[in-house]
């Protein structure tokens, strides 16, 4: 019970304390474009009613998932492929290397081109940005499997998709997840990097408007709605990585507390 | 009695770097079906390459596999390999249950069918109440005897063993020999164990092969006229068995000796 109370503290200890840092400094605030926390707080509930939830930070929601979605189902598919390879590895890795380093919103004009300035185009954008970490980390997974485990799964006939399904991919889901987690944040920023391109509705596309309307507390209430809703999708994805990694953390509590 | 497994002119050369291994020169030997034969040779006689041979792991060079007539050309589904390192041979993500049950749902095996060989093979190394465990939550010799139990629920013709107690402490390690011993009696199922470890051999074995060091030939031949009862305590204080480990041990290091010829030994 102690221990648990002391665990909150340490949690929103800090939090708690920024809050009030900002609240304090920001209080009588007379600049236009720093307005006090207070006055972004209550600003809050009339701008993000039920009816903007829908119209505005839904689609963008369902944008990024289904650019992340997709960009995993790649990125796993072609990462299990250029893992298990070497002759594919060799021939990708360059072409890889230099598309990663491409950053993904200088792509956002050059897409527009072919899949239009639609909800295609924003999910295309997500998802050619979010691909990266999944694929390159799932590659190194799958190339890392331990080779008594591999041997083990041929000699018991453990081979074709129940070998990648049961074996490659659960050895590599470490990796995988830490791909995964990558890609998130990047996901978040590009949702509302492509909303600020030819938009009509969504969460980048409503700041943008604010800001260009000079409704500034306003402006703020989206991006503390923003940074909300990426702590919101980070505990979603630690609630399914405890589920899906629990062995992996504890395998290694186990290896760590023994010599 | 008939020779389930015939292994004749086996060879097995490693091309690296321009370089050419030559890891085992010309092995015949056969393990009659229900046999318990232990290969014994000095460290790196390619011992482990000679299993996985066996097993379909590795191609050989030139020289035949046989497995109740038919030639070996991968990992048949009569053999069952259990490895010296467990806890890279158990997958982590599962718990021990389904390690066991994994190979057998590529059997396709019916669900109760497999339910009733893993609880079986479970309870017959003495781990019947482990099934929902990790195996990293078990310890070594633990893990090893989960690793024992999918090979015997794999139902296979013919049980390789390669060095599967090298790493566990010497207790765990008279245990496990034992149950190797019980498993084998009860079930009748044939046996070809790799080890360095020349006690061990004798103790476990109805037949010895020693292997010459590498390239590998078969040096001898030894049966084991101890009874067929054996227990770590009395087996191992008899006259009978001091005289075959010393045999053992003389041909080892002959084999050794030869391996280096005009060197000190």
């Given at each position: 019970m102690k221990r648990a109370l002391a665990r909150l503290l340490f949690v929103l200890g800090l939090p708690a304390l920024l809050f009030t840092l900002w609240w304090v400094a920001s209080e009588g605030s007379t600049n236009v474009y720093w307005p006090s926390l207070r006055t972004i707080l209550r600003t809050f509930p009339d701008v993000w009613t039920g009816e903007r939830l829908r119209g505005d930070v839904l689609p963008s929601v369902l944008r990024l998932l289904g650019g992340y979605t997709a960009a995993a189902v790649v990125g796993v598919a072609l990462g299990a492929v250029i893992g298990s390879y070497r002759s594919v590895r060799a021939v990708c890795e360059p072409v890889l290397e230099f598309l990663r380093a491409l950053p993904p919103p200088v792509l956002i004009p050059v897409i527009m081109l072919f899949a239009g300035i639609g909800d295609t185009m924003r999910i295309v954008v997500i998802a050619s940005g979010c691909v990266w970490p999944i694929l390159l980390n799932t590659a190194e997974g799958v190339r890392a499997l331990d080779s008594v485990m591999s041997e083990t799964a041929r000699s018991y006939g453990i081979t074709g998709t129940a070998r990648l399904r049961r074996v490659v991919l659960r050895s590599a889901s470490p990796q995988i997840f830490a791909g995964l987690r990558q890609a998130l944040s990047i996901g978040i920023i590009l949702m509302v990097i492509s909303e600020?391109?030819?938009?009509?509705?969504?969460l980048g596309f409503t700041i943008v408007q604010f800001q260009r309307g000079f409704a500034i507390p306003d402006m703020w209430t989206g991006i503390l709605l923003l940074g909300l809703l990426g702590f919101l999708l980070s505990v979603l994805f630690q609630l399914v990585e405890r589920r899906v990694l629990g062995w992996y953390h504890g395998r290694r509590a186990v290896t760590r507390r023994s010599p | 009695m008939h020779a389930l497994l015939e292994i004749s002119g086996l060879r097995k050369a490693y091309e690296g770097s321009g370089r050419r291994t030559e890891a085992i020169r010309d092995l015949t030997f056969s393990v009659d079906a229900g046999e318990l034969v232990c290969l014994v040779g000095p460290s790196g006689c390619g011992k482990t390459t000679l299993l996985k041979c066996v097993g379909g792991l590795l191609a050989p060079t030139g020289g035949d596999v046989l497995l109740d007539g038919r030639r070996v050309g991968?990992?048949?589904?009569?053999m069952a390999f259990v490895f010296q390192e467990y806890g890279r041979s158990l997958?982590?993500?599962?718990?021990v249950g389904e390690n066991v049950e994994l190979p057998l749902r590529q059997k396709k095996l019916s669900k109760p069918r497999r339910r009733e060989l893993v609880s079986d093979a479970l309870e017959s190394v003495g781990l019947a109440d482990a099934a929902k465990a990790y195996p990293w939550q078990l310890s070594g010799g633990m893990q090893q005897r989960v690793a024992i139990a999918r090979a015997l629920a794999y139902e296979p013709e013919v049980l390789l063993m390669d060095e599967p107690f090298a790493a566990v402490d010497a207790q765990t390690r008279a245990d496990l020999e034992d149950l190797v011993r019980g498993l084998w009696q009860q079930r009748g199922i044939t046996i070809l164990f790799v080890t360095h470890d020349i006690d061990e051999a004798v103790y476990l074995g109805e037949r010895v092969l020693i292997l010459s060091a590498s390239p590998t030939v078969v040096q001898e031949q030894l049966k084991i006229d101890l009874p067929g009862e054996r227990d770590q305590l009395h087996t191992r204080a008899a006259p009978r068995f001091t005289e075959l480990r010393t045999h053992v041990y003389e041909q080892i290091q002959a084999a050794k000796r030869e391996a280096r010829p005009g060197g000190a030994g």
């Open positions: 600020m391109f030819a938009a009509g509705n969504g | 991968g990992p048949p589904p009569g997958f982590p993500w599962m718990r």
